[in-house]
């Protein structure tokens, strides 16, 4: 339903509860509402947990909401009831339970990274198996017998592995199994290297988490050492990039860099279209509003770590004012022109 001529488009800006508070709001959602709301809209960030009426809204923009994997099945059924989404419903769960999305991605880009641009390998197990959420059940096998299956393949072979949940948000419990003692530059914190029972145990933890849906086996990609890229688009079209820290789990956003269009390396942003095309052709039109492409460079070729649409962080604050009144115009201008299209 479209809003009439005289009537102030209504968003929600949805965030968790403890920045839906006046003396809490994140900088990004404040500034994004106050911008809205000189754009003619009435923008208001709320609680996605909380007692909203949310019919009352002309869209909702999940936008925040960071406590996703404390009830990561809670929030999916609040998901499930709401309509008007900026990003399509559809989209947003495929985009929570990620075994969902990378594997259509590996499906149709592929994960051979030593042959061209990639999509990271990656395992998905759970105690069970999932079809719909194209998750393997792990049949008793221990996780060294799981990687054992896989070291035929150069993309695996001898490589430490990354362990961590399909739902998360953050790093969030994502270790490290060194199993061959390969050197790892640049790793921020030592405690999420793991050795062999470790690692097990580790592994045991995260399936015996249902809630969080599965767990998520990558090879460890030394390109990760050289500075992962964070490539933010609104409605297809590019609007900013940072390049994160050199190293595994680097990711304080004070360190974050912005990288113009122009320095980005050659081929990237081709990528990251091809990316947003193959997504887009899956689901219906106009589905991707605010989509952050993260990736790295592996020898000539870039390989995707995620494509997240659910609440990225934009890394606004690391540009300088000037260049943040633009890119707070065209993020409330996708914002508000998406919501007249619903």
């Given at each position: 339903m479209r809003p009439s001529p005289e009537h102030k488009p209504r968003i929600a800006i949805a965030t968790e509860c403890e920045y839906s508070k006046g003396t809490n709001y994140l900088p990004d959602d404040l500034r994004l509402k106050q911008t809205l709301d000189q754009m003619d809209c009435s923008a208001e960030i709320v609680n996605w947990n909380g007692t909203n009426q949310w019919d009352q809204y002309d869209s909702i923009f999940v936008c925040s909401t960071w406590d996703i994997p404390k009830d990561p099945q809670k929030f999916l059924d609040w998901l499930d009831k709401r309509e008007r989404l900026i990003n399509d419903k559809a989209v947003l769960i495929d985009n929570v339970i990620k075994s969902r999305y990378l594997s259509h991605l590996i499906q149709i880009i592929g994960e051979d990274y030593l042959k061209g641009n990639a999509i990271t390998p990656s395992l998905f197990y759970s105690r069970k198996g999932?079809?719909?959420?194209?998750?393997?059940?792990?049949?008793?096998?221990?996780?060294?017998?799981?990687?054992?299956?896989?070291?035929?393949?150069?993309?695996?072979?001898?490589k430490p592995v990354v362990i961590k949940p399909v739902i998360s948000a953050d790093g969030i419990d994502t270790c490290i199994y060194n199993r061959n003692n390969i050197p790892i530059q640049l790793m921020k914190d030592q405690q999420h290297l793991l050795q062999g029972p470790e690692a097990q145990q580790h592994f045991d933890r995260l399936l015996d988490r249902a809630d969080l849906r599965g767990v998520i086996l990558q090879p460890y990609l030394s390109g990760v050492e050289q500075g992962e890229y964070s490539l933010i688009f609104l409605a297809g079209k590019f609007s900013h990039a940072i390049q994160k820290p050199n190293g595994f789990r680097q990711d304080d956003s004070t360190k974050r860099v912005p990288v113009s269009l122009a320095s980005l390396p050659t081929g990237m942003i081709d990528f990251c279209h091809l990316l947003l095309k193959v997504m887009s052709q899956k689901y219906r039109k106009g589905s991707l509003t605010r989509v952050r492409v993260d990736l790295f460079q592996q020898g000539d070729h870039f390989v995707l770590c995620e494509l997240e649409c659910t609440e990225p962080?934009?890394?606004?604050?690391?540009?300088?004012?000037?260049?943040?009144?633009?890119?707070?115009?065209e993020y409330a201008s996708a914002i508000k022109n998406r919501t007249l299209e619903l």
């Open positions: 999932n079809p719909v959420d194209n998750i393997k059940a792990t049949g008793g096998s221990s996780l060294d017998d799981l990687l054992g299956e896989r070291d035929n393949s150069p993309l695996w072979q001898g962080n934009m890394n606004l604050q690391r540009f300088s004012s000037k260049e943040q009144d633009s890119l707070f115009q």
